[in-house]
């Protein structure tokens, strides 16, 4: 592969207009998301703020820092003033993009050297320790501005006729939501774990706007998480809800989340489980008649509600538990007719769910606990964050006692 002729560039000789005059390699464009989040007063002000990242994105050197970034670090009044972060990151994973070390040193050769010496306010603003860079020139930007929903819904659209007895049963957000800000970005799995979320995701939606013929390609739209407690299955799903809420904000215009209490419902009803089981779906798919909503339905500890009948036909009501798992099923067929909802579903022992429940998940990804490196990931954000919050200082090597000796009580 050519790549471009390196350039010994000052920063000032690195605007948009001289970035134009560099002869590119020719391959195609990757596509990147540069997500914004605005404060509520910037609402009627979008697509000024669209324009203002542009431009900033333009300006901003041979190369652009991928991960966060300081609004009052760009050098936009207009950003400085109405957001409260930047993000950028690619839009369809795996894609391979030619990411560069933002570090000084002898390491990565010339092409590597030039690119990251000519980098101007977009490495300047970047909260991240050392972040990726990628070539201007190779990269398309999709701006997507958003406004954060403040807490769990009191009430909400779906209403089972009280508050109180809908409260038991499900939580309702609206998304994005100032609740899972930040979760994905803080979330620290295996390499790959998130790509293939993002993956199954994107074809998921993909084959619902193409119109798939699902009698030939079936495709139920329901993923199962499943493995050790703690390991962060419920947060994984709740942070990519959030995600697909800003990815998707130009195809939908509301999101609903909406977290189902499966141990509740069948224990509370016991006897009459099915039939609730029928009544929570019925709301959820009355919401999705209205095609510019999208649902997500996080159903936790599936393993409750969906029980494996052989196995529950051994408990003191084996027809009131088949009875539940069977309306379970029976909806999830109906709710994958439509093309504007996502079941997310976690489960700490896969093994004992139905089979004809595990057959319907397209996509059942195994959560282990943290390795050696999500752990070293996990640990270096929580000391990042007692440095932001000035907790701890930069440089100190105070060692803690844990659990505290004597001498720390006196």
């Not at 929903?149 to 100032?178: A, I, R």
Request: glycine residues 6%; aromatic residues 8%.
């Amino acid at each position: 592969m050519e790549f471009p002729t390196p350039i010994a560039a000052s920063r000032a000789s690195t605007a948009a207009s001289s970035v134009r005059d560099i002869p590119c390699t020719k391959v195609p464009k990757v596509d990147f998301c540069c997500e914004i989040s605005c404060k509520i007063s910037a609402k009627e002000h979008f697509s000024k703020i669209i324009d203002a990242a542009n431009c900033w994105l333009g300006s901003s050197g041979l190369t652009v820092a991928l991960g966060g970034h300081d609004p009052q670090r760009v050098g936009v009044p207009l950003l400085a003033r109405c957001c409260r972060s930047i993000r950028i990151e690619p839009l369809k994973p795996r894609c391979s993009p030619l990411l560069l070390p933002a570090a000084s040193g002898g390491g990565g050769g010339p092409f590597s050297a030039a690119f990251a010496s000519s980098s101007s306010s977009s490495s300047s603003s970047s909260t991240e320790a050392a972040p990726l860079l990628f070539p201007y020139c190779q990269a398309r930007f999709a701006v997507l501005p958003y406004l954060l929903h403040e807490g769990p819904l009191q009430g909400g659209p779906l209403d089972l006729g009280s508050e109180e007895e809908s409260g038991k049963v499900f939580q309702q957000w609206l998304l994005p939501n100032e609740d899972f800000e930040g979760l994905w970005a803080n979330l620290h799995f295996s390499q790959n774990t998130k790509d293939t979320l993002l993956d199954y995701a994107s074809t998921a939606l993909l084959f619902a706007d193409k119109s798939v013929d699902s009698k030939l390609i079936t495709w139920n739209r329901v993923l199962l998480l499943h493995g050790p407690p703690g390991s962060g299955k419920t947060s994984l799903c709740k942070a990519l809800g959030q995600r697909l809420a800003i990815r998707l904000s130009r195809n939908f215009g509301s999101f609903l989340f909406v977290s189902l209490n499966s141990s509740f419902l069948f224990s509370r009803w016991f006897g009459e489980s099915g039939k609730v089981v029928v009544r929570v779906f019925e709301l959820l798919l009355q919401r999705m008649q209205q095609q510019s909503s999208f649902l997500f339905v996080l159903i936790d500890e599936v393993e409750s509600l969906a029980a494996a009948r052989a196995a529950a036909a051994k408990t003191p009501e084996p027809s009131d538990a088949a009875r539940a798992v069977n309306a379970l099923l029976t909806q999830m067929d109906l709710f994958s007719r439509s093309p504007n909802g996502l079941i997310l579903t976690t489960s700490n022992l896969a093994e004992s769910c139905d089979p004809a429940f595990l057959d319907r998940a397209d996509l059942k990804l195994h959560i282990p606990c943290p390795n050696s490196n999500c752990r070293f990931a996990i640990l270096e954000s929580c000391i990042e964050e007692l440095i932001r919050t000035k907790l701890v200082e930069p440089g100190s090597h105070t060692r803690f006692s844990f659990p505290p000796g004597p001498e720390a009580s006196e």
